[in-house]
Protein backbone atom coordinates (compact mmCIF):
# COMPACT_ATOMS: atom_id res chain seq x y z
CA UNK A 1 0.00 0.00 0.00
CA UNK A 2 1.28 3.40 -0.85
CA UNK A 3 0.62 6.72 0.49
CA UNK A 4 0.16 10.02 -1.25
CA UNK A 5 3.45 12.56 -1.21
CA UNK A 6 3.59 14.32 2.22
CA UNK A 7 7.62 15.03 2.51
CA UNK A 8 9.72 14.27 5.01
CA UNK A 9 8.72 17.77 6.83
CA UNK A 10 7.77 16.56 10.76
CA UNK A 11 8.85 13.49 10.69
CA UNK A 12 11.16 11.41 12.20
CA UNK A 13 12.94 9.96 9.39
CA UNK A 14 13.56 14.08 8.41
CA UNK A 15 14.29 14.50 11.96
CA UNK A 16 17.38 12.34 11.90
CA UNK A 17 18.39 13.33 8.19
CA UNK A 18 18.35 16.49 8.94
CA UNK A 19 20.81 16.22 11.94
CA UNK A 20 22.98 14.05 9.77
CA UNK A 21 23.16 16.64 7.04
CA UNK A 22 24.14 20.16 9.36
CA UNK A 23 26.21 18.21 11.58
CA UNK A 24 27.06 14.73 9.95
CA UNK A 25 30.62 14.12 11.81
CA UNK A 26 28.99 15.02 15.16
CA UNK A 27 29.29 11.45 17.62
CA UNK A 28 25.19 10.62 17.44
CA UNK A 29 25.77 7.02 20.08
CA UNK A 30 27.87 6.18 22.12
CA UNK A 31 27.53 2.98 24.22
CA UNK A 32 30.69 0.75 25.50
CA UNK A 33 33.48 0.74 22.65
CA UNK A 34 30.44 1.59 19.99
CA UNK A 35 30.31 5.21 18.32
CA UNK A 36 28.53 6.46 15.89
CA UNK A 37 28.26 9.72 13.71
CA UNK A 38 24.99 11.07 12.83
CA UNK A 39 26.23 10.07 9.47
CA UNK A 40 26.40 7.16 10.23
CA UNK A 41 23.50 6.95 12.39
CA UNK A 42 21.49 7.78 9.71
CA UNK A 43 22.74 4.96 7.35
CA UNK A 44 22.56 2.49 9.69
CA UNK A 45 18.59 3.29 9.84
CA UNK A 46 18.25 3.53 6.26
CA UNK A 47 20.46 -0.03 5.97
CA UNK A 48 18.21 -1.30 8.28
CA UNK A 49 14.92 -0.09 6.67
CA UNK A 50 16.51 -1.49 3.55
CA UNK A 51 16.71 -5.08 5.28
CA UNK A 52 13.95 -5.02 6.59
CA UNK A 53 11.84 -3.88 3.65
CA UNK A 54 13.45 -7.03 1.98
CA UNK A 55 11.52 -9.03 5.15
CA UNK A 56 8.50 -7.81 3.57
CA UNK A 57 7.79 -5.10 5.84
CA UNK A 58 5.65 -1.94 4.51
CA UNK A 59 3.54 0.83 5.56
CA UNK A 60 1.65 0.04 8.54
CA UNK A 61 3.69 -2.81 9.66
CA UNK A 62 5.03 -3.16 12.98
CA UNK A 63 8.47 -3.92 14.22
CA UNK A 64 8.90 -4.43 17.81
CA UNK A 65 12.20 -4.55 19.50
CA UNK A 66 12.60 -5.92 23.28
CA UNK A 67 15.97 -5.68 24.57
CA UNK A 68 18.32 -4.01 27.39
CA UNK A 69 19.70 -0.50 26.57
CA UNK A 70 21.79 -0.70 23.22
CA UNK A 71 22.90 1.85 20.31
CA UNK A 72 20.60 -0.57 18.23
CA UNK A 73 17.69 1.23 19.95
CA UNK A 74 17.80 4.17 18.56
CA UNK A 75 18.44 2.46 14.88
CA UNK A 76 15.18 1.27 15.05
CA UNK A 77 13.22 4.17 16.29
CA UNK A 78 14.24 6.64 13.06
CA UNK A 79 15.18 3.44 10.79
CA UNK A 80 11.52 1.75 11.33
CA UNK A 81 9.60 4.52 10.52
CA UNK A 82 11.32 5.74 7.26
CA UNK A 83 9.12 2.58 5.58
CA UNK A 84 5.54 3.78 6.78
CA UNK A 85 5.96 1.16 9.10
CA UNK A 86 5.60 1.26 13.32
CA UNK A 87 8.77 1.20 15.83
CA UNK A 88 7.37 -0.80 19.00
CA UNK A 89 9.67 -0.45 21.73
CA UNK A 90 8.67 -3.02 24.44
CA UNK A 91 9.75 -2.44 28.20
CA UNK A 92 12.67 -4.51 28.84
CA UNK A 93 12.16 -6.02 32.58
CA UNK A 94 8.94 -7.52 31.09
CA UNK A 95 8.55 -11.12 31.77
CA UNK A 96 7.40 -13.44 29.10
CA UNK A 97 3.67 -12.96 29.64
CA UNK A 98 3.75 -9.62 29.54
CA UNK A 99 5.64 -9.43 26.41
CA UNK A 100 3.45 -11.78 25.01
CA UNK A 101 0.35 -9.99 25.79
CA UNK A 102 1.44 -6.77 23.73
CA UNK A 103 3.02 -8.55 21.20
CA UNK A 104 -1.08 -10.27 20.87
CA UNK A 105 -1.74 -6.71 20.96
CA UNK A 106 -0.31 -4.94 18.53
CA UNK A 107 0.92 -7.87 16.00
CA UNK A 108 4.55 -7.41 14.58
CA UNK A 109 6.03 -8.57 11.68
CA UNK A 110 9.48 -8.64 12.10
CA UNK A 111 10.77 -8.63 16.18
CA UNK A 112 14.30 -7.23 17.18
CA UNK A 113 15.38 -9.05 20.06
CA UNK A 114 18.36 -8.99 22.92
CA UNK A 115 19.83 -12.10 24.28
CA UNK A 116 18.60 -11.91 27.70
CA UNK A 117 14.89 -11.19 26.42
CA UNK A 118 14.71 -14.10 24.71
CA UNK A 119 15.44 -16.73 27.05
CA UNK A 120 11.33 -15.48 27.70
CA UNK A 121 10.41 -16.88 24.92
CA UNK A 122 12.17 -19.84 24.25
CA UNK A 123 9.30 -21.92 24.53
CA UNK A 124 6.43 -19.53 22.69
CA UNK A 125 7.30 -20.24 19.04
CA UNK A 126 4.18 -21.52 18.37
CA UNK A 127 2.36 -18.29 20.22
CA UNK A 128 4.55 -16.04 18.13
CA UNK A 129 3.33 -18.01 14.98
CA UNK A 130 0.01 -17.37 15.92
CA UNK A 131 -0.10 -13.97 15.96
CA UNK A 132 0.99 -13.31 12.67
CA UNK A 133 5.18 -13.01 13.61
CA UNK A 134 7.30 -13.44 9.98
CA UNK A 135 10.39 -12.89 11.48
CA UNK A 136 12.95 -12.57 14.26
CA UNK A 137 15.92 -10.97 14.72
CA UNK A 138 18.53 -11.36 17.44
CA UNK A 139 20.84 -8.95 18.22
CA UNK A 140 23.48 -10.56 19.86
CA UNK A 141 22.88 -14.21 18.17
CA UNK A 142 19.91 -16.57 16.73
CA UNK A 143 16.76 -16.90 18.09
CA UNK A 144 15.93 -20.04 16.98
CA UNK A 145 16.35 -21.52 13.33
CA UNK A 146 13.66 -19.08 11.65
CA UNK A 147 15.68 -16.49 12.89
CA UNK A 148 18.61 -14.21 12.01
CA UNK A 149 21.34 -11.67 13.46
CA UNK A 150 20.96 -7.96 13.33
CA UNK A 151 24.64 -7.26 11.99
CA UNK A 152 24.15 -9.84 9.24
CA UNK A 153 21.10 -7.90 7.91
CA UNK A 154 22.79 -4.36 7.95
CA UNK A 155 25.96 -6.40 6.34
CA UNK A 156 24.15 -6.69 2.88
CA UNK A 157 21.63 -3.88 2.89
CA UNK A 158 22.31 -0.52 0.86
CA UNK A 159 20.76 2.57 2.70
CA UNK A 160 17.13 3.15 1.63
CA UNK A 161 16.68 6.72 1.40
CA UNK A 162 13.88 8.59 2.99
CA UNK A 163 10.46 8.19 1.30
CA UNK A 164 7.71 10.75 0.68
CA UNK A 165 4.73 8.31 0.84
CA UNK A 166 4.37 8.67 4.15
CA UNK A 167 2.72 11.51 5.47
CA UNK A 168 3.74 12.96 8.50
CA UNK A 169 0.12 12.40 10.37
CA UNK A 170 0.31 8.63 9.74
CA UNK A 171 1.36 6.20 13.15
CA UNK A 172 5.01 6.06 13.89
CA UNK A 173 5.52 4.95 17.47
CA UNK A 174 3.83 2.87 19.46
CA UNK A 175 4.45 2.94 23.29
CA UNK A 176 2.96 1.10 25.97
CA UNK A 177 1.70 2.24 29.19
CA UNK A 178 3.22 1.02 32.46
CA UNK A 179 -0.20 -0.76 33.27
CA UNK A 180 0.02 0.64 36.79
CA UNK A 181 -3.96 0.58 37.24
CA UNK A 182 -4.44 -2.17 34.80
CA UNK A 183 -3.51 -3.88 31.30
CA UNK A 184 -0.24 -2.45 29.40
CA UNK A 185 -2.45 -0.78 26.21
CA UNK A 186 -0.26 0.58 23.08
CA UNK A 187 -0.55 4.26 22.97
CA UNK A 188 0.10 5.75 19.11
CA UNK A 189 1.68 8.45 18.26
CA UNK A 190 2.26 9.73 14.94
CA UNK A 191 4.85 11.42 12.76
CA UNK A 192 3.55 15.29 13.44
CA UNK A 193 2.90 14.58 17.43
CA UNK A 194 6.49 13.30 17.99
CA UNK A 195 7.99 16.44 15.95
CA UNK A 196 5.65 18.76 17.97
CA UNK A 197 6.99 17.13 21.26
CA UNK A 198 10.31 17.28 20.06
CA UNK A 199 10.16 21.07 19.87
CA UNK A 200 7.77 21.56 22.79
CA UNK A 201 9.84 19.42 25.17
CA UNK A 202 13.73 21.01 24.09
CA UNK A 203 11.99 24.56 24.64
CA UNK A 204 10.99 23.65 28.03
CA UNK A 205 13.61 22.03 29.21
CA UNK A 206 16.50 24.18 27.95
CA UNK A 207 17.98 21.83 25.74
CA UNK A 208 20.93 23.23 24.20
CA UNK A 209 22.52 22.27 20.45
CA UNK A 210 25.07 19.71 20.85
CA UNK A 211 24.20 18.38 24.44
CA UNK A 212 26.02 15.49 25.60
CA UNK A 213 23.30 13.67 27.02
CA UNK A 214 23.26 10.26 29.61
CA UNK A 215 20.86 7.87 28.91
CA UNK A 216 21.03 5.22 32.41
CA UNK A 217 17.45 4.88 32.63
CA UNK A 218 15.47 2.53 29.82
CA UNK A 219 14.96 3.78 26.34
CA UNK A 220 11.95 2.67 25.76
CA UNK A 221 10.47 5.07 28.22
CA UNK A 222 12.70 7.89 26.95
CA UNK A 223 11.46 8.03 23.44
CA UNK A 224 8.90 11.13 23.98
CA UNK A 225 11.06 13.33 26.59
CA UNK A 226 14.83 12.85 25.65
CA UNK A 227 15.75 10.43 22.54
CA UNK A 228 13.71 12.62 20.22
CA UNK A 229 13.85 15.51 21.19
CA UNK A 230 17.65 15.94 21.91
CA UNK A 231 17.98 14.26 18.27
CA UNK A 232 16.42 17.26 17.43
CA UNK A 233 19.00 19.16 18.99
CA UNK A 234 21.94 17.15 17.88
CA UNK A 235 22.69 15.58 20.72
CA UNK A 236 25.20 12.92 22.00
CA UNK A 237 23.21 10.42 23.24
CA UNK A 238 25.60 8.72 25.65
CA UNK A 239 24.22 4.99 26.60
CA UNK A 240 24.90 2.97 29.69
CA UNK A 241 23.49 -0.35 29.75
CA UNK A 242 21.36 -0.04 32.98
CA UNK A 243 21.57 2.59 36.11
CA UNK A 244 24.43 2.10 38.43
CA UNK A 245 25.57 4.88 41.11
CA UNK A 246 29.12 5.24 40.48
CA UNK A 247 29.36 3.48 36.99
CA UNK A 248 26.67 7.01 36.28
CA UNK A 249 29.18 9.30 38.16
CA UNK A 250 32.19 7.97 36.05
CA UNK A 251 30.35 8.09 32.72
CA UNK A 252 29.38 12.10 33.45
CA UNK A 253 33.08 12.79 33.82
CA UNK A 254 34.62 10.17 31.49
CA UNK A 255 32.25 12.12 28.50
CA UNK A 256 31.60 14.84 30.12
CA UNK A 257 27.85 14.78 29.89
CA UNK A 258 26.28 18.13 30.17
CA UNK A 259 22.76 16.52 30.42
CA UNK A 260 21.12 13.83 32.89
CA UNK A 261 17.84 12.71 32.40
CA UNK A 262 16.71 10.58 35.73
CA UNK A 263 13.44 10.03 37.96
CA UNK A 264 13.76 10.70 41.89
CA UNK A 265 14.39 7.41 42.51
CA UNK A 266 17.64 7.63 40.89
CA UNK A 267 18.51 10.73 41.75
CA UNK A 268 18.53 9.43 45.74
CA UNK A 269 20.75 6.92 44.83
CA UNK A 270 22.70 9.42 42.69
CA UNK A 271 23.32 11.46 45.74
CA UNK A 272 24.55 8.58 47.88
CA UNK A 273 27.57 8.10 45.67
CA UNK A 274 27.70 11.29 44.22
CA UNK A 275 31.78 12.44 44.49
CA UNK A 276 32.94 15.35 46.19
CA UNK A 277 33.32 17.40 43.38
CA UNK A 278 30.84 16.91 40.97
CA UNK A 279 31.88 17.19 37.11
CA UNK A 280 31.64 20.59 36.10
CA UNK A 281 30.35 19.77 32.67
CA UNK A 282 27.06 18.81 34.32
CA UNK A 283 24.68 21.60 33.72
CA UNK A 284 21.11 20.27 33.65
CA UNK A 285 18.91 17.32 35.39
CA UNK A 286 15.91 16.99 34.13
CA UNK A 287 13.35 14.31 35.96
CA UNK A 288 9.88 13.20 36.27
CA UNK A 289 7.80 10.52 37.25
CA UNK A 290 6.70 10.96 40.22
CA UNK A 291 6.65 14.76 42.36
CA UNK A 292 10.09 15.43 44.04
CA UNK A 293 9.55 14.78 47.51
CA UNK A 294 11.24 18.52 49.24
CA UNK A 295 13.92 17.30 51.30
CA UNK A 296 15.67 15.25 48.11
CA UNK A 297 15.66 18.19 46.15
CA UNK A 298 17.10 20.22 48.84
CA UNK A 299 19.96 17.92 49.35
CA UNK A 300 20.65 18.08 45.73
CA UNK A 301 20.52 21.43 45.39
CA UNK A 302 23.01 21.64 48.48
CA UNK A 303 25.37 19.25 47.13
CA UNK A 304 25.26 20.85 43.43
CA UNK A 305 24.40 24.24 43.50
CA UNK A 306 25.54 25.35 39.56
CA UNK A 307 23.66 22.41 38.27
CA UNK A 308 19.67 23.54 36.79
CA UNK A 309 17.11 21.31 38.39
CA UNK A 310 13.84 20.88 36.04
CA UNK A 311 10.81 18.57 36.49
CA UNK A 312 8.30 18.01 34.14
CA UNK A 313 4.95 15.66 34.25
CA UNK A 314 3.21 13.89 31.28
CA UNK A 315 2.63 10.42 30.68
CA UNK A 316 3.02 7.91 27.43
CA UNK A 317 -0.06 9.26 26.13
CA UNK A 318 0.70 12.70 25.81
CA UNK A 319 3.99 14.30 27.74
CA UNK A 320 4.26 17.82 27.30
CA UNK A 321 1.82 19.07 30.26
CA UNK A 322 3.90 21.13 32.93
CA UNK A 323 7.67 22.18 33.91
CA UNK A 324 9.33 23.70 37.00
CA UNK A 325 12.35 25.04 38.24
CA UNK A 326 14.28 23.54 41.50
CA UNK A 327 13.37 26.63 43.58
CA UNK A 328 9.51 26.35 43.21
CA UNK A 329 9.36 22.60 44.17
CA UNK A 330 10.57 23.53 47.46
CA UNK A 331 8.06 25.71 48.02
CA UNK A 332 5.40 24.05 46.61
CA UNK A 333 5.87 20.25 47.90
CA UNK A 334 3.99 17.83 45.51
CA UNK A 335 3.69 20.32 42.61
CA UNK A 336 4.92 19.78 39.01
CA UNK A 337 4.79 22.57 37.55
CA UNK A 338 3.04 25.13 35.43
CA UNK A 339 1.21 24.29 31.93
CA UNK A 340 3.96 23.96 29.17
CA UNK A 341 3.71 26.35 26.43
CA UNK A 342 1.89 23.80 24.34
CA UNK A 343 -0.53 22.32 26.86
CA UNK A 344 -4.59 23.11 28.21
CA UNK A 345 -5.17 21.90 31.59
CA UNK A 346 -8.22 21.53 33.47
CA UNK A 347 -9.39 20.23 36.93
CA UNK A 348 -12.51 17.75 36.87
CA UNK A 349 -14.36 17.50 40.25
CA UNK A 350 -16.57 13.54 40.50
CA UNK A 351 -19.74 16.01 39.48
CA UNK A 352 -17.67 17.06 36.33
CA UNK A 353 -17.68 20.71 37.05
CA UNK A 354 -14.50 22.46 37.07
CA UNK A 355 -13.17 23.01 39.96
CA UNK A 356 -12.04 25.96 41.80
CA UNK A 357 -8.58 26.99 42.64
CA UNK A 358 -7.36 24.82 45.44
CA UNK A 359 -9.80 22.47 44.83
CA UNK A 360 -8.84 18.53 44.12
CA UNK A 361 -10.26 16.70 40.89
CA UNK A 362 -9.25 14.95 38.00
CA UNK A 363 -6.63 16.28 36.07
CA UNK A 364 -7.58 16.94 32.06
CA UNK A 365 -5.09 17.83 29.34
CA UNK A 366 -5.23 18.39 25.51
CA UNK A 367 -2.29 19.58 23.39
CA UNK A 368 -1.26 19.13 19.88
CA UNK A 369 1.57 16.32 21.42
CA UNK A 370 -1.09 13.70 22.25
CA UNK A 371 -1.41 10.58 21.41
CA UNK A 372 -3.74 9.60 18.47
CA UNK A 373 -5.48 6.76 20.46
CA UNK A 374 -4.33 2.95 21.95
CA UNK A 375 -4.06 0.69 19.17
CA UNK A 376 -7.14 -1.13 18.08
CA UNK A 377 -9.19 -0.47 21.24
CA UNK A 378 -11.76 2.10 20.05
CA UNK A 379 -13.13 1.85 23.57
CA UNK A 380 -10.48 2.39 25.85
CA UNK A 381 -9.49 5.37 23.82
CA UNK A 382 -13.55 6.95 23.88
CA UNK A 383 -12.93 6.11 28.07
CA UNK A 384 -10.07 8.43 28.45
CA UNK A 385 -10.78 11.07 25.59
CA UNK A 386 -13.63 13.06 25.26
CA UNK A 387 -14.24 16.56 22.87
CA UNK A 388 -10.62 16.03 22.53
CA UNK A 389 -9.81 15.88 26.03
CA UNK A 390 -8.00 13.66 28.26
CA UNK A 391 -8.81 12.56 31.23
CA UNK A 392 -5.18 11.63 32.65
CA UNK A 393 -6.59 9.82 35.68
CA UNK A 394 -4.42 11.70 38.28
CA UNK A 395 -5.96 13.74 40.66
CA UNK A 396 -4.26 17.38 41.23
CA UNK A 397 -5.38 21.11 41.74
CA UNK A 398 -4.38 24.17 41.24
CA UNK A 399 -2.64 26.57 43.87
CA UNK A 400 -2.85 30.20 44.28
CA UNK A 401 0.29 30.73 42.12
CA UNK A 402 -0.79 28.59 39.28
CA UNK A 403 1.54 25.68 40.41
CA UNK A 404 -0.42 22.17 39.72
CA UNK A 405 0.03 20.07 42.74
CA UNK A 406 -0.08 16.01 42.22
CA UNK A 407 -2.49 14.22 44.45
CA UNK A 408 -1.71 10.38 42.81
CA UNK A 409 -4.06 8.45 40.51
CA UNK A 410 -7.45 7.98 40.69
CA UNK A 411 -7.84 4.70 41.11
CA UNK A 412 -5.46 4.29 43.93
CA UNK A 413 -7.42 6.64 46.04
CA UNK A 414 -8.04 5.13 49.43
CA UNK A 415 -11.61 5.39 50.62
CA UNK A 416 -11.35 4.91 54.43
CA UNK A 417 -14.67 5.33 56.77
CA UNK A 418 -16.27 6.76 53.66
CA UNK A 419 -13.55 9.64 53.72
CA UNK A 420 -11.36 10.16 50.41
CA UNK A 421 -7.36 9.72 51.65
CA UNK A 422 -5.01 10.86 49.00
CA UNK A 423 -1.52 8.34 49.22
CA UNK A 424 0.68 10.69 48.18
CA UNK A 425 -0.09 13.08 50.98
CA UNK A 426 -0.02 10.82 53.30
CA UNK A 427 3.71 9.79 51.83
CA UNK A 428 4.90 13.19 51.33
CA UNK A 429 4.50 13.72 55.52
CA UNK A 430 6.28 10.37 56.40
CA UNK A 431 9.04 11.41 53.87
CA UNK A 432 9.61 14.41 56.19
CA UNK A 433 10.65 12.04 59.09
CA UNK A 434 14.22 11.93 59.78
CA UNK A 435 14.20 8.04 59.96
CA UNK A 436 12.26 7.62 56.50
CA UNK A 437 13.84 7.11 52.90
CA UNK A 438 10.95 5.70 50.80
CA UNK A 439 7.77 5.73 51.59
CA UNK A 440 4.53 3.50 50.32
CA UNK A 441 0.94 4.25 51.52
CA UNK A 442 -2.14 1.70 50.07
CA UNK A 443 -5.60 0.89 51.41
CA UNK A 444 -5.75 -2.37 52.42
CA UNK A 445 -9.23 -3.99 52.76
CA UNK A 446 -10.96 -3.85 56.39
CA UNK A 447 -14.15 -5.21 57.87
CA UNK A 448 -14.54 -1.83 60.39
CA UNK A 449 -13.24 1.02 57.70
CA UNK A 450 -13.44 -0.87 54.13
CA UNK A 451 -10.27 0.15 53.68
CA UNK A 452 -7.39 1.24 56.00
CA UNK A 453 -4.82 2.80 55.22
CA UNK A 454 -1.48 1.18 55.10
CA UNK A 455 2.10 2.55 55.56
CA UNK A 456 5.24 0.57 53.99
CA UNK A 457 8.10 2.00 54.42
CA UNK A 458 11.95 2.14 54.01
CA UNK A 459 14.45 3.54 56.42
CA UNK A 460 17.66 4.99 55.97
CA UNK A 461 19.85 2.11 56.73
CA UNK A 462 21.37 3.91 59.76
CA UNK A 463 18.61 5.17 61.30
CA UNK A 464 15.95 3.09 63.35
CA UNK A 465 12.36 3.98 64.53
CA UNK A 466 9.45 2.25 66.12
CA UNK A 467 6.09 1.80 64.84
CA UNK A 468 3.97 3.82 67.25
CA UNK A 469 6.63 6.74 67.01
CA UNK A 470 5.94 6.98 63.47
CA UNK A 471 2.52 6.90 63.80
CA UNK A 472 2.09 9.02 66.87
CA UNK A 473 4.70 11.67 63.88
CA UNK A 474 1.75 10.92 61.58
CA UNK A 475 -0.90 11.88 63.65
CA UNK A 476 0.46 15.08 64.78
CA UNK A 477 0.51 16.42 61.21
CA UNK A 478 -2.56 14.13 59.38
CA UNK A 479 -6.47 14.28 60.48
CA UNK A 480 -6.99 10.87 62.20
CA UNK A 481 -8.90 9.30 59.34
CA UNK A 482 -5.56 9.84 56.94
CA UNK A 483 -3.06 8.53 59.41
CA UNK A 484 -2.08 4.92 58.60
CA UNK A 485 -3.53 2.44 60.76
CA UNK A 486 -0.31 0.28 60.36
CA UNK A 487 3.38 0.85 59.41
CA UNK A 488 4.86 -1.81 57.63
CA UNK A 489 8.78 -1.58 57.64
CA UNK A 490 10.25 -3.12 54.65
CA UNK A 491 13.62 -3.57 53.04
CA UNK A 492 12.44 -2.47 49.09
CA UNK A 493 9.72 -1.05 47.30
CA UNK A 494 8.59 -2.87 44.37
CA UNK A 495 8.89 -0.49 40.82
CA UNK A 496 7.79 -0.03 37.70
CA UNK A 497 10.19 -0.61 34.62
CA UNK A 498 11.27 3.36 35.24
CA UNK A 499 11.80 3.21 38.72
CA UNK A 500 8.77 4.65 40.39
CA UNK A 501 7.36 2.95 42.96
CA UNK A 502 3.71 0.53 42.22
CA UNK A 503 1.81 1.27 44.62
CA UNK A 504 -0.56 -1.79 43.11
CA UNK A 505 2.57 -4.43 43.33
CA UNK A 506 2.76 -3.16 46.60
CA UNK A 507 -1.04 -3.64 47.66
CA UNK A 508 -0.82 -7.49 45.93
CA UNK A 509 2.54 -8.29 47.35
CA UNK A 510 0.65 -7.54 50.80
CA UNK A 511 -2.54 -9.44 50.19
CA UNK A 512 -1.07 -12.92 48.67
CA UNK A 513 1.70 -12.63 52.10
CA UNK A 514 0.00 -11.24 54.48
CA UNK A 515 2.92 -10.13 56.15
CA UNK A 516 6.67 -8.04 55.72
CA UNK A 517 8.81 -8.91 52.81
Keep these: MTKPSGGSMNRLDGLLARAAASNPDRPAVIF ?229 NAVPTTLRRLLDDAPNDIPQSLRLITYASEPMPSPLIKALIRKAPEVQFVQFYGMIEHLCLTVLGALEQISNIGSVGRPMITSEIRIVTEDGLTATPGETGEILARTPTQFDGYWEDSVATAQVVQDGWMRTGDLGHFNEDGVLILSGRLKEVIKSGGLTVIPSQVEAVLLTHDTVREAAVVGIPDERWGEA ?54 RERFLQTQTTW
Design 32 to 260: GDVSWTYAQLLNRAQRLASALAAMGVGYGDRVAFWASNRSEFLEALFGVPILGAIAVPLDHWWSGSDAMSALAQVRPKVLIIGKIQAVHLESKAEELQAIGLAHVVGLDEPFDSFSTVYEHLLANAAPLQCSDNVSADDPALILFTSGSTGRSKGAVHSHRGLYATAMTMSIELGLRDGERTLHCLPLFSSCLEHLIPLTLMRSTHVILPNFDGPATWSAIEHHKITHL
Design 453 to 506: VHAFVVLHSDKTVSEPDVISFCRERLSGYKTPKAIHFVSDLPRTGIGKVSRRSV
